[in-house]
């Protein structure tokens, strides 16, 4: 029998300038097979400011925070040790992510930052003709080549992008930085009928440290990791959320009042050995 | 004890030239104190084609038909009986919609054909600031606002938008059919703090009779519809599905292979009596 | 000495239901070593209209037709004759069109149509650095490889692009029509420190017959014609007008009032042999 | 007999790392009534570069300097006198700069940065229709409704806007700098059918001191100033470059090698007492 231990969270300041609603999504996620024990916590100007309600939004476990936050200096502290056992070596065959069919065609669809309704001709043109669902060795295929293109024709330049950019902006400028590289990938994966989604995750390895986010791609019904920025082994990830794009995942959003990020920490270690992983290898993420 | 009846469905044909995978969202949704008795038939040159699996996506009653379609002619029809039995003369009331938490967030995010991060500046410049959760009132006048805007501003005009317009084209062309008119409403109740989203519906009385789409916005934890065309009686709309915009709810998918629609017929008719209603009442769909 | 002729023409219809100024750009080009004799005429619900004054607004040659028109059904015929005498046989190498360092800075600017600015990286990516100028031979052979990748990654769909359409549409859905494959050809060119703008052309030999356009690229002081469309040949074409792109062309501008355009028809023959060129011979435009 | 002297100029430095093509557009226009005495100086690593030629590229005045940077720390001087004798009080109503019609029709078509023709239907529905220009005092008024309109809808924001950014941006963020006020003026108004251009100046006044960017209406065949961040006395203003929007008039342009921005220092003083001017009074520029 093996265990896996991660130690991942974050410190977040922010100064609070009208009482503010947020909604923060930093816990790591509750999956089959892993033992999370975890912790938020709030100061006001220094002082504990009491409770904070987690919503359990989604049956596959994402977490997230709701905090209303009086005017001041706000600092939120998130602390999470989640332990995996298992009683076979390979690090996440044994607990495979199905997608059923309707979960894979809202994977399908076209998002925000993943219009991969304007780019068909363009993806056609590049990739090929869509392969069949049920040639899953030709699905993987695609999905590696899709990457690697990706991890090739793009810079990964801090700052180069902004909030508002999509996957186009990443496809006609060469740069981004992590949201930017996942966004491309699932937005040209769809646009060839593979179904993608966008996963936020804690990433031991990552230099520097910060959140990061990474592709998932559909095959076989089911998700494998696609990371085009390769700044992080996969099989060291875990996860924090899952949605369509980074407008699923946002870390923080504020929803009501105001209230500026003015620090940010980001930890993530884990006792595994950190593997130095080839882009090609699919890998599966808890 | 009073029933309203609907009679709804739908007729498409399509050219097959592919053999191909098909999501259709036509089938009038589940929803408490509605019975739905319905049935999809297909033909392929004239033949008919056997059974068709409904998957059951969403726990709100939403239905999505799978098929799988050989080359050829194939027309697919599909028929509903809706009844709501009710004990008191309101039309809706009676059933609130609540929404969580967490689903109104859902809803507060940007998505691909509602891009509310985009426009927040010029929607507090022309609409002012958030109204707080708390003020009910505040809030249902400013989402009527909203409506209104859009309706005083906006020209109905067949052929006049593409399917990758955004509310960004509607807003900055004033033209649209339904499914633009309700993309602005919900990207301007976004911008502004409030939950909203899509719904397409079967609506008695629409002239001409096609399929429809609404914007539904969240007050005070619950879902009330707001059609910028008026162009329906909101109270005998009835619910086909329900997302964050028209990715989410295309009538037709075609995920695989080739197909074009070829024709379209869409039925609704109702026992009620259809009421001219204001633009200004809030009105609830099941 | 040898003269080629050409006879070109339109006749466009309009509706016209508030008394509108137009701009007509269907002129033929006055050039050096061309002669152009041609007419303008104009009817009113059948009767003849009066003058119509022409602005010769360009240094190179290219004329406006402003008209002021009452409201009611106006047909407007424009028609010319025009004639190149050489004593040479070829085609066009005789009168080379010279651009200036002002003139070339003026066309590696984005336009509406041509946004270079925002493909920088992909262009680069995809063929490389730029090529210096003085390196003649390099230029022009990164020129035929834009235009030979634009003609085999893009497909001509009558219909399939809009007015407002930039080449970011056209590279994203590989479909288009003429002016569309001129912009995308003129974009990755001025991404890669090439010179390109566009024109407006009659076109024998283009089938179905129809107002055409084609871009030109700067290499060592000159302008030659890249027509990624392949549907015409280059050396026939003689020219309306020259711009940045499809804005600085459009053949009416109605800039005041309101008229439609109902009909339209084009005429281009010539008595030159027409070549079925291949796409990678430079040809120079008068 | 009055004179009113203005001193103008800029400091530049930039790091060469490859040899490097570059256009400056920072000399002071030569129009009819100034006089202008300048001159421009290279050093490269500390030691004078020789000459640079001078491209008078238009008939309007603007003047383009080309220079040929080696490798190496690199920095422009530019310093210019200008003086203006006139013989009446008035500070630029004697010196009429007339627009022929040809020239007002450039300048009502869209450009890169002004998309007059995506936000037809909004201005129309915010302004009103367009005004007739034989209606000299009406499209006086609709070109100052809509300055005022940006003026009170849009934010000074530096660092809100970036240099892709357009104004259909600006007009959805609320947000901007002069670029940006420039571009969204010029674009409202041309949806108008009032011909509007951009201008980049030296604005005596100006705080912070830069460059500064400006929008210039038509109105009875004249262009007068309109500058919706109030930032500067328009009539203090001396003008460098004029053109469509932004990208004709950018004051450093690279089109060959690798040359990065260090620094930039602006000057900008007049002898004239500057007059607080109201936002609503029509200003012409020499």
Redesign the interface.
Known sequence: LTATRWEVGCQLDFEVTEPA?M?LLVAAARRPGLQVQDGLAVTVDGVGHGSVPI?D??DDGQR?H?LELPVGAVSITYDAQVTRSTTAPEPRGEVPIAA????Q??Y?????YC?S??????A??EFGE?V??QDVGGQAELARAVTSWVFE?T?YVLGSS???DSA??T?????GVCRDFAHLVITICRAL?LPARFASVYAPGLMPMDFHAVAEVCIGGQWYVHDATALAPRSALTRIATGRDA??T?FV?V??GRAELTGANVLAVTDQVLPSDALEVAVQLA
Chains 1, 2, 3, 4 share one sequence.
């Open positions: 609603s909604a919503v939004d989604r997230t709701l059923d069919p309707a979960e065609l809202g399908l669809r076209p998002s925000r219009p309704d304007r780019i068909g001709g363009w056609q043109r869509p069949p669902p024709r810079d902004g909030g508002t186009i902006d496809l006609l400028t060469s740069q009928d407008a699923d946002a959003t929803y009501r």
